[in-house]
C-alpha cells in the first residue's frame, strides 16, 4: 500500500513538473515576435515593410527617413531589447535595479559619469528633425516590444519588466560604447603617471616603448624615435614579490582591423574596403545586420547596408552605394588628469585660476531584491575629482563634451563621396575611431572620426600614391600627427604590418583577396622571439628537451588549430613577459594608488618590446633580475609536458577553446545555462595575428565592400539577428563566422514580411 501511494505521488509530481515545464516552454514560445502579417504602427506616415531572410536578417523599406527610423526601431525592439536595456542601463549606472547586487560593481563605476544628465543635455541640444527621428526610433522600439506575447525570456528569470525606450536612451547607448572603447584609458593614465613621477622619465619610456621600429607601420611614413640605449634599472629591480597582475602576454584585449584599397590599385572601379572590429564577444552579438531602403526628401531612392548598435536608427559601418566606411578603436589620448592646487581654507585653485571648495555627493544606487546603496563621490566646478596619493586631480574626458554624443553620424547617408565623409568626421559624436573610407569614385582616405582632446584640426590622409590604407589600432602617425592625437594605449605594431604586408602582395585586389586579410593568422611579433630562441638554443640545447624544443620551434607560426611550434614561442613569451612583471612589481607604485592601475597589463600593450632588448643585449645591470631564457625554456617544456603529455603534442587549437556565452548562462545550472550559448571551438588565431582571436574576444563583425557594388559584398559575423535562444536566428551566422566562411553582404530573398501600417 505504502509503495503504491508513494508511486501515485510520485507519478503526480512528474506531472505536475511536465505542466510547469510546458508552462515556462509556452511563455518563452509566446515573447518570440511575430514575423508575418500586419503590425498596427501608430505615428507612421506611410506603410513600412519589415522584411526578414532565411537567417533572420533584417531589410526595411519605407517611403521616409523617420518612417524608416520606426522600422529599425520594430527589429531592434522585437529582436533584442534586453541588449538594449542593459547598454542604458551599464551607462546611466543602473545596472543593479534589473539584475540585482552583481550589478552593483557596474553602477559603481559608472554612475559617476552622469551620463544619464549628459543624454538628457545632449537631447535637448538637437534640432527638431533629429528629435523626431529619436521619437520615432523609440516608438518602434516599443511597438517591437509590444508586438511579443510575453516579455522577453530574460525578464522572466530575472522577474522584472521592461521599462519602456525613451529617445534619450538613444544616446545612452551611444555612451556605453565609449566605456567599453575608451574607459581603461583612465587607469592607464594614473598608472603612466605615478610611473614616470616614481620613475622618472628615461626609465619610463623604455618601459612605455612607443613602437617597435622594424614592426611600426605608419600611414604617413614617419619614421619613429630610434631605440635609444638601455637605463639603469629602478630601485628593487629584481628584489622578488608577487606580481600584481599575471600579464598572460597581453594589455587587455585588441584586436580590430580596417583596410581599402583604390585608384592606382582599381583603376576605374570604387574603392574596396574591409573591416574586422573586435570586442569581447557575447550572445546576441554587439551589432545587429540591416539594409534600410527609403526615399529622401529630393526624392532619390537612398538605401544603405551594414551594422547597426541595437539602440540607435544609424548605421555603423557598411556602405550607402556612394561611400562605404569602417571603423577600428584609436586609442588616441582621451583623458587628462589635470592638478588642483591648495588655497587655504578648504579651498583648490582649479585650472582656470578659480578657487572653490571640493564638494562630496551622494547617489542613491537602487538594487533588485535588497536595500538601496549609498555612493559616495567628490566632485568640484571643474569636473569630477580623482586622487592620485591622496592628491585631487580633475578628470575631463572627452565622453564630457557637450558634443560628445550626437545624430551627426546620420549625414554619412547623404555624403557622395569621401571628402564629403571627410569634412563631417570631427562632427561625429561617437567615441573617437579610425575611419577609413572609400567612394564610388575610387577615393580612399583615413582620419579620427570623433572629438579629440586639445586645439587644431583632424590629421587626415587622402588617396595615397600606392592605393592602400590599414588600420589595426596601432599608432597611424609619427612626428606632428602622433603628437596631436596622443598615447591612449596603442596596440602592438605587428597585427598593422601583416595587414600592410598582405596589402602590398594582392596585384588585383578584390572581395575575396581582401577578405582572406581578415583571416590571417601569422604574428609578426613572435618571429622576433622565434629568432631570440632559435640563436640562444643553438649552443645552449645539450639536452634532449631543449634539442626537441629547438626543432619543434623552427616551422612557420601560424596560429592554427594543430600548430606546435606557434603554442611553444607563444607560450614562451607569456613566461618571459610574466617574469618581467613579477621582477619589476617591487618598482611599481603602490602607495595610496590601486594596484591594478600598476600592472603591467595597465599600462602598456606593448612591453616585448623592452622585454626583448633585456634578452636580446643583456645588460650587466639588469642580468640579475630575470632568469635566464633557458630556464623558462626548461619551465616551459615541463608545464607543456604536464598538459598534453608530449612536446610535439601541444597543438594552439588545444591551448583553450573559444567561447560565445549569454551573460546570464553563468546564473543557470550548467545543463541548462549551456543552451544559451554557442558550442565551444578550438582556438583559431590570436590577439597578435590579423584573425585576432581569445577565449571571449574576436571579431564582431567581418565585412568587405565596394559602394554600389554591395552585390559583391562579403559578411559574417558571430551569434544571429536574434537575441531569443528559441528563435531560429540565434545562432543563424554563428556556424559561417566560427568556421571562418563568408557569405553575402546584402540579405536574402525575403521569407517573412511583417506590414507596419499607420
Not at 346 to 367: F, I, K, N, S, Y
Not at 494 to 523: K, M, N, T, W, Y
Not at 604 to 616: A, F, G, I, K, S
Amino acid at each position: 500500500m505504502t509503495r503504491r501511494w508513494l508511486a501515485r505521488g510520485l507519478a503526480g509530481l512528474a506531472l505536475l513538473l511536465l505542466a510547469v515545464l510546458l508552462a515556462i516552454w509556452l511563455l518563452l514560445r509566446a515573447s518570440l515576435p511575430p514575423l508575418q502579417g500586419e503590425l498596427p504602427a501608430p505615428g507612421l506616415a506611410a506603410p513600412v515593410e519589415l522584411q526578414r531572410d532565411a537567417r533572420g536578417t533584417a531589410s526595411v523599406h519605407a517611403a521616409n527617413r523617420r518612417d524608416a527610423a520606426y522600422g529599425i526601431g520594430v527589429a531592434h525592439g522585437q529582436d533584442r531589447f534586453f541588449q538594449m536595456d542593459t547598454l542604458r542601463r551599464a551607462a546611466a549606472g543602473e545596472m543593479a535595479a534589473l539584475v540585482g547586487a552583481p550589478g552593483l560593481k557596474i553602477d559603481r563605476a559608472t554612475r559617476g559619469h552622469g551620463f544619464r544628465e549628459r543624454a538628457e543635455q545632449a537631447y535637448a541640444a538637437l534640432s527638431p528633425a533629429e528629435q523626431g527621428l529619436l521619437q520615432a526610433y523609440a516608438a518602434g522600439v516599443n511597438r517591437g516590444l509590444q508586438s511579443l506575447g510575453a516579455r522577453p525570456p530574460e525578464y522572466l528569470l530575472l522577474r522584472q519588466a521592461p521599462a519602456p525606450w525613451q529617445p534619450a536612451d538613444s544616446l545612452l547607448a551611444v555612451y556605453a560604447m565609449y566605456l567599453n572603447l575608451q574607459a581603461d584609458q583612465l587607469g592607464q593614465l594614473r598608472g603612466r603617471m605615478a610611473l614616470r613621477e616614481r620613475l622618472g622619465a628615461p626609465l619610463a619610456d623604455f618601459l612605455l616603448a612607443a613602437g617597435i621600429p622594424e614592426l611600426d607601420a605608419p600611414l604617413d611614413g614617419v619614421a619613429f624615435a630610434q631605440r635609444g640605449p638601455i637605463p639603469a634599472p629602478p630601485p628593487g629591480w629584481g628584489q622578488g614579490g608577487a606580481p600584481h597582475q599575471q600579464m598572460a602576454g597581453e594589455a587587455g584585449q585588441v584586436g580590430s582591423n580596417a583596410w581599402a584599397v583604390g585608384g592606382a590599385r582599381r583603376p576605374g572601379q570604387p574603392g574596396l574596403l574591409a573591416n574586422d572590429m573586435h570586442l569581447s564577444l557575447g550572445l546576441p552579438n554587439t551589432w545587429y545586420r540591416m539594409a534600410l531602403h527609403w526615399r529622401g526628401a529630393d526624392g532619390r531612392e537612398r538605401h544603405w547596408v551594414g551594422v547597426t548598435l541595437p539602440g540607435m536608427p544609424a548605421l555603423v559601418v557598411g556602405s550607402t552605394g556612394q561611400i562605404a566606411w569602417g571603423f577600428t578603436n584609436s586609442y588616441v589620448r582621451s583623458f587628462e588628469l589635470l592638478p588642483l592646487e591648495p588655497a587655504g581654507d578648504g579651498r583648490w585653485r582649479g585650472p582656470d585660476g578659480r578657487e572653490a571648495p571640493l564638494q562630496r555627493q551622494t547617489h542613491t544606487l537602487t538594487v533588485a531584491g535588497a536595500a538601496p546603496q549609498a555612493l559616495e563621490l567628490e566632485s568640484s566646478p571643474w569636473g569630477p575629482v580623482e586622487r592620485l596619493d591622496g592628491r585631487p586631480y580633475v578628470r575631463r574626458w572627452q565622453a564630457y563634451r557637450p558634443d560628445a554624443v550626437n545624430l551627426q553620424p546620420l549625414a554619412l547617408e547623404d555624403a557622395a563621396d569621401v571628402p564629403t565623409a571627410l569634412a563631417l568626421a570631427p562632427r561625429l559624436g561617437i567615441p573617437t575611431q579610425n575611419q577609413l573610407l572609400v567612394d564610388r569614385q575610387g577615393h580612399l582616405a583615413w582620419t579620427p572620426a570623433g572629438p579629440l582632446l586639445g586645439e587644431g584640426p583632424h590629421p587626415q590622409l587622402q588617396d595615397p600614391a600606392d592605393g592602400r590604407l590599414w588600420s589595426a589600432n596601432h599608432r597611424h602617425l609619427g612626428g606632428a600627427g602622433f603628437e596631436r592625437l596622443g598615447d591612449g594605449g596603442y596596440g602592438a605594431p605587428g597585427r598593422a604590418a601583416r595587414v600592410r604586408e598582405r596589402l602590398r602582395a594582392l596585384d588585383h585586389p578584390d572581395e575575396a583577396a581582401l577578405a582572406a586579410i581578415a583571416l590571417d593568422d601569422q604574428a609578426p611579433m613572435l618571429q622576433r622571439w622565434q629568432a631570440l630562441l632559435l640563436r640562444r638554443l643553438d649552443a645552449a640545447a645539450s639536452g634532449s628537451a631543449r634539442a626537441e624544443y629547438r626543432r619543434l620551434i623552427d616551422a612557420p607560426l601560424q596560429a592554427r588549430p594543430d600548430a606546435v611550434a606557434y603554442t611553444l614561442v607563444r607560450g614562451l613569451r607569456t613566461a618571459a613577459l610574466e617574469a618581467f612583471n613579477q621582477a619589476l612589481a617591487p618598482s611599481l607604485p603602490q602607495a595610496g594608488g590601486d594596484a591594478k592601475d600598476f600592472s603591467l597589463a595597465a599600462l602598456n600593450p606593448r612591453w616585448d618590446e623592452p622585454v626583448l632588448r633585456l634578452y636580446e643585449e643583456q645588460p650587466a645591470a639588469w642580468r640579475g633580475g630575470l632568469p635566464e631564457l633557458q630556464a623558462l625554456v626548461d619551465a616551459e617544456i615541463e608545464r607543456l609536458r604536464q598538459r598534453h603529455g608530449r612536446l610535439a603534442d601541444a597543438r594552439w587549437g588545444e591551448t583553450d577553446s573559444i567561447r560565445v556565452r549569454h551573460p546570464l548562462s553563468a546564473a543557470l545550472p550548467a545543463w541548462l545555462g549551456r543552451h544559451l550559448d554557442a558550442p565551444p571551438q578550438p582556438m583559431v588565431g590570436d590577439t597578435l595575428t590579423p584573425r585576432a582571436q581569445a577565449r571571449s574576444f574576436g571579431a564582431s563583425e567581418r565585412l568587405v565592400v565596394a559602394p554600389g557594388e554591395e552585390a559583391r559584398g562579403l559578411f559574417a559575423m558571430p551569434g544571429g539577428p536574434s537575441g531569443h535562444p528559441l528563435s531560429p536566428f540565434y545562432l543563424s551566422d554563428h556556424a559561417d563566422w566560427a568556421a571562418g566562411r563568408f557569405g553575402p553582404l546584402l540579405p536574402g530573398a525575403p521569407l517573412h514580411r511583417l506590414q507596419l501600417r499607420p
